[in-house]
């Protein structure tokens, strides 16, 4: 090799802006993760200007129009644009409410539980022996119960609410987590590159979570992804049994709970439209953590 | 008589297998008692067929695994990390390439973190002045600055290679052990990649444990060769004694199964066909 050119034409900033870019330039090869980017980024503005952007109060309860259909309908008002529900509060309204409390779940729920399983699980990984029995066991009998049963009977200790609820649902999906970094940290220790950090004199913590972890992402984030929409679905399922969100709350599950009675009634708005969101915010999600997969994973990528 | 760099006295490592719920524990003594020395800037071939036990000795001169029993000195101190933490001055001494060189590279790390790391964990420098030592290295051995920004899979096997070397030389180790490091490669790769080792040898002083099962490639490079067979070392001398007069039984059947490839061997080959036919 006779290479003149020193640094020429040759970027070496390796700056937090450079590998932003260098990330955005394979994330938007995805175009159904830009979709769903799009959509999930429309949605967290819609829940932060919630006050703003929603036409009525998300409890405001109007007498005089019960079970309105949506706008294009027959009978539709306008001022109720998706219509309204069985004691009259606006659907669109709740919705748009309802953003911040599911979006809430989800962030909180995966992230309690992502934390934890990644960090025991790194560590049952990388220790093994005594330590690895002693939490996978313990895993184990989590993994065993239901997990709506397992998350009632902590919800049942704590206290109903919808805090307690969240908390009893990522201890719930903690042992997910936990199985899969265990997996992928056993298969990647053993490679010759955690040898050769080793040899270069790399502690156990930095083995652990700066050479092997970002070797394991990918496996996580679809199970993130895929917790994020199992979070929502199973606060919605603990806020019908009485134990998450409270009735007034326009969390998108207790509404499609509340409008259980309406499955094979004509109003057909009431159930579907808050299933409908769930649907749309659970799909654009799972798009971006494809996404993300295919961008973190440098296999991937096209030189 | 110049320096000994490396000394092993009676090195010896027993693995413990089994054990379990349903079956005896049984001991595997992988390394039999092996001694030797290494004199600065020559090359020791550790020879021997699949399971010998040489590259287990590989993983004990270059402080990843604790032998047994034993003394290992370096440099002429005794170390057992067994014992006593690994310090960075020590992990400077000795550093190691593997075989197959598609394993050992971070695929998440660029090149330019691989050749940073060692310097970043064990000396005070700079981010700008790690860069630079790496992109100096990145010449020697035969690559360019603008690899610095790439990752491993953009890499071929040789060219991986040569990065691996890269990375165990930046801490300007006195010892480099390398774990049959040319064996996953081609033909033509594999000599260049011998030559580049013996280039950096003869530039930086450096010290070699050759590990290898091939011996066209131990006749090129060793200087020494020590010869194993299930974990003991049956013949151990000087290349010329070794390769000219072999005392050993093993050694002697070693020999005879190279594959030969001088026109007097192919003529002799090629008659005995004829004779039978």
């Given at each position: 090799m006779s290479e003149t050119t020193v640094h020429g034409g040759v970027s070496t900033d390796s700056s937090l802006r450079r590998r932003l870019a260098e990330f955005w330039y394979y994330f938007s090869e995805n175009r159904g993760a830009v979709i769903g980017l799009v959509f999930f980024l429309l949605l967290v503005l819609v829940a932060i200007l919630a006050p703003w952007i929603a036409p009525h109060g998300p409890a405001d309860q109007y007498r005089d129009a019960v079970l309105l259909p949506p706008?294009?309908?027959?009978?539709?008002?306008a001022s109720y644009l998706l219509g309204t529900d069985a004691v009259g509060r606006d659907i669109l309204s709740r919705l748009i409410y309802g953003a911040r409390y599911s979006l809430f779940i989800g962030v909180i729920v995966t992230s309690i539980a992502l934390v934890g399983g990644i960090v025991i699980g790194v560590v049952a990984g990388y220790f093994r022996g005594w330590v690895d029995t002693l939490i996978m066991r313990l895993m184990d009998i989590i993994l065993a119960f239901p997990s709506l049963l397992l998350a009632l009977v902590l919800v049942a200790v704590l206290g109903p609410g919808l805090i307690n609820a969240m908390i009893a649902i990522a201890l719930v999906f903690q042992p997910h987590f936990v199985r899969l970094t265990r997996a992928a940290v056993m298969s990647e220790k053993t490679r010759d590159y955690v040898i050769a950090s080793k040899v270069a004199g790399a502690s156990h913590l930095r083995l652990m979570f700066k050479t092997i972890l970002p070797n394991c992402t990918a496996p996580l984030i679809v199970q993130a992804t895929l917790s994020f929409s199992n979070a929502i679905l199973d606060a919605a399922a603990l806020g019908f049994l009485g134990y998450g969100a409270q009735p007034p709350t326009p969390e998108w599950g207790t509404m499609l709970a509340d409008a259980r009675e309406f499955i094979s009634s004509g109003q057909w708005w009431v159930v579907t439209l808050p299933g409908v969101a769930i649907l749309v915010t659970v799909l654009a999600i799972n798009l971006v953590g494809d996404g993300l997969r295919d961008a973190l994973d440098p296999k991937l990528k096209r030189s | 008589m110049s320096e000994i760099v490396l000394e092993g006295r009676n090195i010896v490592r027993d693995y413990h297998v089994g054990g379990g719920l349903f079956s005896a524990a049984k001991t595997v003594h992988a390394v039999k008692g092996v001694s030797f020395k290494l004199e600065k800037g020559k090359t020791l071939a550790i020879v021997g067929e699949s399971g010998c036990g040489k590259s287990t000795l590989g993983r004990i001169l270059t402080l990843i695994d604790p032998q047994t029993s034993g003394e290992l000195l370096i440099d002429g101190k005794a170390i057992n990390i067994a014992r006593d933490r690994v310090t960075s001055e020590m992990r400077r001494k000795v550093q190691i390439i593997f075989q197959n060189p598609y394993g050992s590279l971070n695929p998440r790390q660029k090149i330019g973190e691989v050749l940073g790391e060692p310097l970043l964990l064990n000396t005070n420098k700079t981010a700008a002045e790690r860069r630079e030592l790496a992109m100096q290295m990145l010449v020697k051995v035969g690559l360019g600055p603008e690899h610095y920004n790439r990752y491993p899979h953009m890499f071929s096997g040789g060219q991986r290679q040569r990065i691996a070397i890269a990375r165990a030389l930046m801490l300007s180790p006195s010892l480099l052990v390398l774990d049959e490091p040319v064996s996953a490669l081609d033909l033509s790769v594999q000599a260049q990649v011998l030559n580049l080792l013996a280039d950096l040898q003869d530039e930086f002083n450096l010290t070699y444990v050759f590990i290898s099962h091939d011996l066209s490639v131990v006749r090129y490079i060793a200087d020494e060769v020590m010869v194993m067979y299930y974990g003991e070392v049956v013949e151990y001398g000087t290349r010329d004694e070794v390769f000219s007069n072999p005392q050993h039984a093993y050694t002697k059947t070693l020999f005879a199964a190279t594959p030969k490839s001088d026109v007097d061997s192919i003529r002799a080959r090629i008659a005995a066909k004829k004779a039978a036919a």
């Open positions: 706008v294009w309908q027959e009978r539709g008002n | -």
